[in-house]
């Protein structure tokens, strides 16, 4: 016998009722709410990147740098500085609205180009090393080198007396010395016949090396570094 299946007999399959909208097996995104989370993916980026800009901004600030070298004992000018930006943590250094108290100062050491500037590096004048003096030399072209000297140079003083008393006296006397301060170029264009020199001599040397100055008997040596 061939059994036979009637439509009773077959599985059922669920319709769904008349009036109700039919869902999809496999659900898309609607593109609507892909925008709606892209844009605010986009905003929460840009926020982030303007709250970094800020704290950037917050965190720097300028201070006074070296556009140009100044060597010890020399003024500082307005051409010689520029500015830079550094971060908060920058105790030592020099903000840029303090320029004006700057111009004028002399350097206490030598200021390379280029380098922030620091408290302590300049003040309003030199100071003298405990037992040491600062004499004056007033010195004409010929008892000098011919290259410039700069404040720091190691030099000797050497009395140098004319005529007979100067065969008769054997060796010179020297004194060792520092260049503390040399004339600059626009001083030298004034005609003077003599240049007063600057330089720093231990305290018992000072009154006979002022008094070689004074007799127009000294003469400056420029010695090579060890």
């Known amino acids: 016998m061939t059994a ?8 059922s399959i669920a319709k769904p009722a008349k009036g109700f909208p039919q869902r999809s097996m496999s659900p898309k995104m609607p593109m609507r709410r892909k925008g709606y989370i892209a844009a605010v993916l986009i905003l929460a980026i ?14 720097s600030h300028e201070v006074l740098s070296l556009k140009a ?6 003024a500082i000018t307005q051409e010689n500085l520029t500015s830079i930006s550094v971060g908060e943590n920058a105790p030592n ?8 108290e700057v111009v004028g100062m002399k350097a206490q050491t030598n200021l390379f180009a ?7 590096s300049y003040a309003q ?29 190691k030099v000797r003083v050497v009395y140098t007396p004319s005529g007979d008393q100067g065969a008769a006296s054997g060796e010179l006397p020297v004194v060792s010395a520092i ?24 305290m018992p040397d000072a009154p006979r090396v002022a008094a070689w100055s004074a007799a127009g008997s000294a003469g400056l040596v420029l010695d090579g570094e060890k």
């Open 4 to 11: 036979q299946v009637t439509e009773d007999d077959s599985p």
């Open 69 to 74: 070298a100044v060597s010890r004992g020399e």
């Open 114 to 120: 280029g380098t922030p500037l620091v408290e302590g």
């Open 179 to 202: 260049v503390e301060r040399f004339p600059t170029v626009s001083e030298d264009s004034e005609g003077n016949s003599a240049m007063i020199v600057d330089v720093r001599v231990k």
């Open 93 to 100: 250094l020099i903000p840029i609205d303090r320029s004006a």
């Open 46 to 59: 840009i926020g982030a990147l303007l709250a970094w800009m800020g704290v950037q901004s917050k965190g």
């Open 125 to 153: 004048t030199m100071p003298v090393p405990e037992n040491f003096s600062i004499v004056g030399l007033g010195m004409k072209p010929a008892n000098l080198p011919a290259r410039e000297l700069l404040p720091g140079d």
